[in-house]
């Protein structure tokens, strides 16, 4: 179970599919190129280079302020661990319209690839289901990829799915560092 | 009659609501006990217990991304708890409202309060925060209508800080 068969740019697009169906939060690091290389950095998604742990309350005050769209958190572990309590913030309130996607690398890819506590015997989907998720799965092989890709769908309840991938490097995909202009771009295709 | 000197909390949240605040994202705080509790009393708003002050940041965030306006409120301490998340503001020219009870401020008895009470506006400052002193129930309103004026009406980050002169010290 806690071997990485999946190749990050291999796994990503099958579970994420058709990127129009979410309004998209791209966590630091490699998750903002895992989006845009799905997205061609469309502006349906706001990708994060900084502010390390606010991708799940952003993708949290998106849902509620939409209850009318889809809202997907894509980000990777490292990200996640940081603001781990916002699972039991998301876990508590429950939006249905809101998934989280966390790709699960074991590695701090940005800074070297330091292994991550996920390497250490950290379980996040575990973490989630206790933080009261209550649609919560694990994906570490092709067969349930597809098991993935319909839960980030789920409408009754929010929900987590842990990807767990290789310590390869993304798909290549370039996306505008630009926090403001991504702001406005963002608001600007969702609210016209 | 409503007395401007007692009835203060609950002007402060129909200003707010005046406003067009939608998400109330809080750490429970005595200070905040009328905001908190009738926004979860309040069906058209919807209440965020956090587990983390710097949570709201991002929440707020995501509120705008989604054309809607959140507020923070929280106690001094946890402005320290929000420092990082703060660039998500400045950089990203996000609005940002929160309104701080003040501890380890005028006539605190816990001196675990002092530190982050006496850096709660140099903090917010240094990372662009403007912040404006309530000392009196009769600027409470006025104050937080200037705050939510420049968050929702022109982009800036706003911190009303709700001194101990105005809500008064815990006894110890």
């Keep these: ?192 | 009659m409503v007395s401007v000197t007692t009835d203060w909390p609950d002007a402060l949240y129909e200003t707010l609501k005046e406003g067009g605040i939608t998400q109330f994202a809080y750490v429970p705080d005595a200070g905040h006990k009328v905001l908190i509790d009738r926004s979860i009393a309040d069906p058209d708003v919807v209440s965020v217990s956090l587990t983390t002050e710097e949570e709201g940041v991002g929440l707020i965030a995501g509120a705008d991304l989604g054309g809607a306006r959140a507020v923070l409120l929280m106690q001094s301490s946890g402005v320290g708890n929000c420092i990082n998340m703060l660039s998500l503001a400045a950089t990203g020219r996000f609005p940002f409202l929160t309104v701080v009870s003040m501890r380890g401020d005028f006539g605190e008895g816990n001196p675990w309060q002092y530190p982050m009470g006496r850096a709660t506006r140099t903090t917010l400052e240094a990372m662009g925060v403007i912040c404006w002193d309530v000392d009196e129930p009769a600027q409470v309103v006025p104050t937080a209508k200037a705050a939510i004026t420049a968050a929702y009406g022109a982009g800036q980050s706003v911190a009303v800080l709700l001194t101990q002169r105005l809500i008064g010290a815990k006894p110890f």
């Design chain 1, 1 to 192: 179970m806690n071997e990485r068969v999946l190749r990050r740019a291999d796994a990503v697009p099958p579970v994420l599919g058709d990127h129009e169906d979410f309004l998209i939060i791209a966590g630091l690091g490699s998750p903002c190129r895992d989006v845009a290389a799905v997205n061609g950095a469309a502006p349906n998604a706001y990708p994060l280079s900084g502010a390390m742990g606010a991708a799940t309350p952003i993708g949290l005050g998106l849902a509620l302020a939409r209850p009318d769209r889809r809202v997907l958190v894509l980000t990777g572990e490292g990200e996640l661990l940081m603001s781990v309590g916002a699972l039991a913030t998301v876990g508590v309130l429950d939006p249905g319209n809101l998934s989280i996607l966390c790709v699960d690398n074991g590695h701090y890819g940005e800074t070297g690839y330091q292994k991550s506590h996920t390497s250490r015997g950290v379980d996040l989907e575990l973490m989630a289901r206790g933080a009261g998720i209550r649609r919560t799965l694990t994906v570490a092989g092709e067969d349930t990829l597809k098991a993935g890709h319909d839960l980030i769908r789920e409408t009754e309840h929010a929900s987590f799915v842990l990807l767990r991938v290789d310590a390869s490097e993304p798909a290549p995909a370039r996306f505008d560092l630009n926090a403001a202009a991504n702001r406005l771009r963002f608001r600007e295709a969702l609210l016209g």
